[in-house]
């Protein structure tokens, strides 16, 4: 199911907080710099991982931060600089699947992203993205709360 709202992902109570990232080890802006602060112990084990794997493009590594909330890295996008499109629209989706695998094998039932997810800083098609969320998510067990955070 997914629930389109006015709020802070970072600051929603959910099962698991999900962010597009790249696979390069950087948290350098975005939400992914908010995490980076908020939750420096996922932010070093998601540097380790990259440093560590390859082949990281569609797929999610899922932490348990030590707070207790699960934040998914969800590599969407292989490099991080320049501009244009940086999010790739088949990895992306891989990786949303799998997280979908990963949350019911856990039973983590809520999930908060990013309004516009990957198409900020990844310059991504909003239009293109809304649909491969709902394709995963809408009809899911799993409640994917899509966060739209204004100040």
């Given at each position: 199911?997914?629930?389109?709202?006015?709020?802070?992902?970072?600051?929603i109570?959910?099962?698991?907080?999900?962010?597009?990232?790249?696979?390069?080890?950087?948290?350098g802006?975005?939400?992914?710099?908010?995490?980076?602060?908020?939750?420096?112990?996922?932010?070093?084990?998601?540097?380790?991982?990259?440093?560590?794997?390859?082949?990281?493009l569609?797929?999610?590594?899922?932490?348990k931060?030590?707070?207790?909330?699960?934040?998914?890295?969800?590599?969407?996008?292989?490099?991080?600089?320049?501009r244009?499109?940086?999010?790739?629209?088949?990895?992306?989706?891989?990786?949303?699947?799998?997280?979908?695998?990963?949350?019911?094998e856990?039973?983590?039932?809520?999930?908060?992203?990013?309004?516009?997810?990957?198409?900020?800083?990844g310059?991504?098609?909003?239009?293109?993205?809304?649909?491969?969320?709902?394709?995963?998510?809408?009809?899911?067990?799993?409640?994917?709360?899509?966060?739209?955070?204004?100040?």
């Amino acid at each position: 199911m997914i629930k389109y709202i006015n709020a802070d992902a970072t600051k929603i109570d959910v099962d698991v907080l999900g962010h597009q990232c790249n696979t390069k080890g950087v948290m350098g802006a975005g939400i992914a710099k908010t995490i980076k602060q908020l939750y420096p112990d996922v932010y070093k084990k998601y540097r380790f991982y990259c440093m560590d794997n390859t082949g990281l493009l569609g797929t999610t590594q899922l932490v348990k931060s030590k707070e207790g909330k699960y934040i998914a890295n969800i590599f969407g996008q292989d490099d991080y600089r320049g501009r244009g499109l940086k999010t790739n629209y088949k990895a992306l989706r891989k990786a949303l699947e799998e997280l979908q695998y990963k949350m019911i094998e856990l039973n983590l039932k809520t999930l908060a992203i990013p309004y516009q997810i990957g198409c900020g800083l990844g310059g991504g098609d909003w239009e293109i993205v809304d649909q491969i969320i709902n394709d995963i998510f809408g009809e899911s067990s799993i409640t994917c709360y899509i966060c739209k955070f204004e100040v």
